[in-house]
């Protein structure tokens, strides 16, 4: 009999190296517990879109996601072996119809929830500068003694030209340096002070997450807390104050008080963009694979989270716009992410002590969103490989069950695109655009594998069973949702749309290397569904016919006259 050696058997052991079964829904809950932050990445911009109507866009968003969790939670019970989350559970219904299709959905997922890490980074880096290289307000005491020593050179400008001139001069010089800066395309891009933190924050959230599931589950319970409980006291002090406006919120009306085509197109792209933020929770299904018991944490992880966006969803932006007014939520340091931490403290009360602690919430807020984002989309690019989608590296575990090529991966995309949030904030808003371009594409795909599924599977095990009503509501969704992309990408940035869609085909030569040539043609053992009925025959093509449809006629209706 052959005895190894202890060194033997630990290199067996990784050689094997598999994800671990180490946390429980309530695990999933607190890594998902990042979404909430995803609100503040467009407060400002979907107010400053749809004005009044701001909090009730936000409303609808949220209970569109909340409808269509309940596919997801439905679907991902189907397969407890695979991680990576919906897009993977989704794809495997749509590989029996088109070997493109599938990979289309899992890399839509990842390029959506992977720019999380750059575009939450920039909005950290900028809350950073604010504490270490502030920009002096318009009324502040150094802006007023800058003018009085410089009255003479100030001349013949108004008060308003003397406060942007002393703004200037006293803004600190890291503020304005870059070691490199340019354009590509429509969108600009700098290696500023600002990137250089935000790819400081990037590497911290992934050496944080080298541990494995269990290590980044327990971080980020301690951090959700940290984050989930000042918003909700943010969002219910000012209510309990007696500090809500109701006057913010009426008229419900357009900007433009006429409900015209181009009002409807602006309603549309602030639904748009607000579902970016608010559909995120659905990343809590990216873990069955490392959940200890997938059959019954799978459904509660995604249900309880998106409980929690629910509320917050509503809360805050409903907070926000009744104290603030539209007037205050679109002030550009809200737009920008950068100014929300003073908006919260003069919401709720307090002096500098009180600032301070705000700005520290809100970089653990946004940390918080980074680390969702990093745990998710690095199990998306795993799952992919191991199914054959995505390149055989990507597959690689650490010896703690950590996609750590994913997560590489995930770290040198994001510092591209990192430089390029940071330019400016019509680059921030473009990258968002084209972002939530890929992730309705996902969306519409995963939505209508839920009855794909059903067709073609109807005798397979489901832990969770959605309501028949909540499946063909979410069906119905997917088209919603293409419409809003056809009607709204094009406000957030011209070429947002065809930039997005282009992305999305990025997959194409990428599968194809993978399939053809380092498979030679043939998927992987455990690749579900390559073969099978098709009970639901060319129904799902005529889905994909109708979505497109929706797209191209929505874009072409619902235009700024």
Not at 450 to 477: C, E, F, M, N, Q
């Amino acid at each position: 009999m052959v005895s190894l050696s202890d060194a033997d058997q630990e290199s067996a052991v990784h050689k094997t190296e598999v994800m671990r079964r180490a946390i429980s829904w309530k695990g999933a809950f607190w890594v998902a517990s990042g979404a909430p932050a995803f609100v503040l990445f467009s407060i400002g911009g979907v107010a400053g879109t749809v004005g009044k109507m701001a909090a009730l866009i936000w409303a609808i968003s949220m209970l569109m996601g909340f409808i269509q969790s309940f596919t997801y939670a439905e679907i991902a019970g189907l397969y407890p072996n695979k991680s990576g989350g919906a897009s993977i559970y989704g794809a495997s219904a749509w590989l029996r119809y088109g070997k493109l299709i599938a990979p289309l959905s899992v890399w839509c997922n990842w390029v959506a929830w992977t720019s999380v890490l750059s575009l939450g980074s920039s909005i950290a880096a900028a809350y950073v500068l604010n504490i270490i290289a502030p920009v002096p307000a318009v009324g502040s005491d150094a802006v007023a003694a800058w003018v009085s020593q410089n009255a003479d050179a100030l001349g013949d400008m108004d008060a308003t030209q003397q406060a942007a001139a002393a703004i200037s001069a006293l803004t600190p010089a890291i503020r304005e340096w870059t070691l490199f800066a340019g354009s590509i395309g429509p969108v600009s891009f700098s290696l500023n002070g600002a990137f250089w933190i935000g790819a400081a924050m990037m590497l911290a959230v992934f050496f944080m997450q080298h541990r494995g599931i269990s290590g980044t589950a327990s971080v980020q319970k301690y951090l959700g807390l940290a984050v989930i409980v000042p918003l909700v006291i943010v969002g219910l002090v000012p209510i309990l104050l007696g500090k809500i406006e109701f006057s913010n919120f009426v008229p419900l009306a357009p900007a433009s008080g006429t409900w015209d085509i181009t009002s409807w197109t602006i309603i549309l792209a602030g639904l748009f963009i607000a579902g970016w933020s608010t559909y995120g929770f659905e990343t809590a299904v990216c873990y069955t694979r490392e959940f200890k018991d997938p059959s019954t944490d799978t459904p509660k992880a995604i249900l309880y989270s998106g409980l929690l966006c629910l509320f917050l969803f509503i809360l805050v932006p409903f907070t926000f716009q009744g104290v603030l007014g539209i007037a205050g939520v679109t002030d550009p340091s809200i737009v920008d992410g950068s100014g929300v931490a003073r908006a919260l403290a003069s919401m709720v009360g307090g002096g500098v002590l009180v600032l301070y602690i705000l700005i520290v919430m809100m970089i653990l807020a946004i940390l918080l969103s980074i680390m969702t984002s990093m745990a998710g989309s690095s199990r998306t690019l795993y799952q992919g490989s191991v199914d054959g989608w995505l390149p055989k590296y990507l597959g690689k575990l650490n010896h703690h069950g950590a996609p750590t090529n994913a997560m590489w991966t995930d770290l040198v995309f994001n510092l591209f695109v990192l430089a390029v949030a940071v330019a400016d904030t019509t680059s921030f808003f473009f990258l968002l655009a084209v972002s939530n371009v890929c992730y309705i594409t996902f969306n519409f795909l995963n939505l209508n594998a839920g009855w794909i599924h059903r067709l073609d599977s109807p005798d397979k095990s489901r832990p969770y069973r959605a309501p028949r009503i909540l499946i063909v509501l979410g069906t119905a969704l997917s088209f919603v949702n293409a419409m809003l992309m056809g009607a709204g990408a094009k406000i957030w940035h011209p070429y947002a749309l065809w930039a997005g869609l282009g992305t999305a085909l990025l997959i194409i030569p990428v599968f194809l290397f993978r399939h053809y040539v380092q498979d030679k043609g043939e998927f992987p053992n455990g690749t579900s569904d390559v073969v099978g009925p098709k009970n639901a025959g060319y129904l799902p093509y005529l889905a994909l016919l109708a979505g497109l449809a929706t797209v191209i006629i929505a874009n072409s209706v619902f235009v700024l006259e």
